[in-house]
T-cell receptor, first 108, second 111 residues
Framework: RKEVEQDPGPFNVPEGATVAFNCTYSNSASQSFFWYRQDCRKEPKLLMS???SGNEDGRFTAQLNRASQYISLLIRDSKLSDSATYLCVVNEGNQFYFGTGTSLTVIP | DTEVTQTPKHLVMGMTNKKSLKCEQHMGHRAMYWYKQKAKKPPELMFVYSYEKLSINESVPSRFSPECPNSSLLNLHLHALQPEDSALYLCASSPGGYEQFFGPGTRLTVL
């Protein structure tokens, strides 16, 4: 059983659309949760940390449901520049567990 | 300074060569990591150093040998690699329990 499960997509959406990614994790003792963005042939970059109260950064909203062990990322008003792979990452102590990544392509 | 640097950016080596990858961070992070990433796959953990000591080795073949000379530096020594070891090698650091910061990676090709 994988620590972190994520729908790999691909998601192909038109500019301006709203798109949501989901992720589940298996260990209820997991401590911290993150969404990373990875562009083709580049390193992963932190998009946002995810808090139980939910958090928003511009067009991006992240939610954490500890009871259901579920993390989500909502992107509103998609831009062409949002095209990338989005990685759900869960932290336990020194270990970081990665989902398979969800591929997003925003189409003009 | 929130940067992790890695050298070289690209490396081509034969199966009999010995080479080293280098990683550096000056954020005072106590944990440093080596990952291997193949195309269209997530990063795969290789090694974790915590306070300069190897704390996790994910059953990596001995042809990969990590070294942490000090709290800012992390090396990965390569010897007798196989073509299937060709990948993007990512270094990351973390203050512990918080987010990781990744370097730009070394793209390795083994001929």
């Amino acid at each position: 059983r994988k620590e972190v499960e994520q729908d790999p997509g691909p998601f192909n959406v038109p500019e301006g659309a709203t798109v949501a990614f989901n992720c589940t994790y298996s260990n209820s003792a997991s401590q911290s949760f993150f969404w990373y963005r990875q562009d083709c042939r580049k390193e992963p970059k932190l998009l946002m940390s995810v808090y139980s109260s939910g958090n928003e950064d511009g067009r991006f909203t992240a939610q954490l449901n500890r009871a259901s062990q579920y993390i989500s990322l909502l992107i509103r008003d998609s831009k062409l520049s949002d095209s990338a792979t989005y990685l759900c990452v869960v932290n336990e102590g020194n270990q970081f567990y990665f989902g398979t990544g969800t591929s997003l392509t925003v189409i003009p | 300074d929130t940067e992790v640097t890695q050298t070289p950016k690209h490396l081509v080596m034969g199966m009999t060569n010995k080479k080293s990858l280098k990683c550096e961070q000056h954020m005072g992070h106590r944990a440093m990591y080596w990952y291997k990433q193949k195309a269209k796959k997530p990063p795969e953990l290789m090694f974790v150093y915590s306070y300069e000591k190897l704390s996790i080795n994910e059953s990596v073949p001995s042809r990969f040998s990590p070294e942490c000379p000090n709290s800012s530096l992390l090396n990965l020594h390569l010897h007798a690699l196989q073509p299937e070891d060709s990948a993007l090698y990512l270094c990351a650091s973390s203050p512990g329990g918080y987010e990781q910061f990744f370097g730009p990676g070394t793209r390795l090709t083994v001929l």
